[in-house]
T-cell receptor, first 110, second 116 residues
Framework: GQNIDQPTEMTATEGAIVQINCTYQTSGFNGLFWYQQHAGEAPTFLSYNVLDGLEEKGRFSSFLSRSKGYSYLLLKELQMKDSASYLCAVRDNYGQNFVFGPGTRLSVLP | GAVVSQHPSRVICKSGTSVKIECRSL??????MFWYRQFPKKSLMLMAT?????????EQGVEKDKFLINHASLTLSTLTVTSAHPEDSSFYIC????????????FGPGTRLTVL
């Protein structure tokens, strides 16, 4: 079966660093994606990992450990506009199907 | 960048009517399009995957006779919610991918459907 877990909600302070974890158990694996979604809007792509290690893109970094079925998204220098839901998604095998996690609602406080 | 549009952005309809939602890739050819449903404060649930010119593949539990999907061209897919009922009220999002951008799905802005 397919199962992806994320914390439901997180709160952090403006300027701080926050790490959002994602664990997965899927029948296949061909990449893990992180998306940001503001309320009432469509998701926007943040990062993609297919090999173990850290991918850095500006204030956002994403880490993957395939052996542990684990990823995290790291957000640095938090801004108020970072308040959103963050979705972890796994692409199964070599198909195009994505399985999305439940999402983590991040609230950034002043 | 790749842009995907959806129309309409919002629709309110009476119970029993059918609603068609269009998803277009504006500046690329979408070999595959996906339709998702999202309930408030919940994650995206994949409903079906469609490849241009072939029948859609529906996820388990999704009624294909109720949610009709047509992917007639490389830039257009439509989702028709037939005989809509209040429980069909939801946020419907499409996404598209192309062979040249295998690693990404590009999401449309979503359609908010409210069935009275």
């Amino acid at each position: 079966g397919q199962n992806i877990d994320q914390p439901t909600e997180m709160t952090a302070t403006e300027g701080a660093i926050v790490q959002i974890n994602c664990t997965y158990q899927t029948s296949g694996f061909n990449g893990l994606f992180w998306y940001q979604q503001h309320a009432g809007e469509a998701p926007t792509f943040l990062s993609y990992n297919v090999l173990d290690g850290l991918e850095e893109k500006g204030r956002f970094s994403s880490f993957l450990s395939r052996s542990k079925g684990y990823s995290y998204l790291l957000l640095k220098e938090l801004q108020m506009k970072d308040s959103a839901s963050y979705l972890c998604a796994v692409r199964d095998n070599y198909g195009q199907n994505f399985v999305f996690g439940p999402g983590t609602r991040l609230s950034v406080l002043p | 960048g790749a842009v995907v549009s959806q129309h309409p952005s919002r629709v309110i309809c009476k119970s029993g009517t059918s609603v068609k939602i269009e998803c277009r890739s504006l500046d690329f050819q979408a070999t595959t399009m996906f339709w998702y449903r999202q309930f408030p404060k919940k994650s995206l649930m994949l409903m079906a995957t469609s490849n241009e010119g072939s029948k859609a593949t529906y996820e388990q539990g999704v009624e294909k006779d109720k949610f009709l999907i047509n992917h007639a061209s490389l830039t257009l897919s439509t989702l028709t919610v037939t005989s809509a009922h209040p429980e069909d009220s939801s946020f419907y999002i499409c996404s598209a991918s192309a062979r040249s951008s295998y690693n990404e799905q590009f999401f449309g802005p979503g359609t908010r459907l409210t069935v009275l």
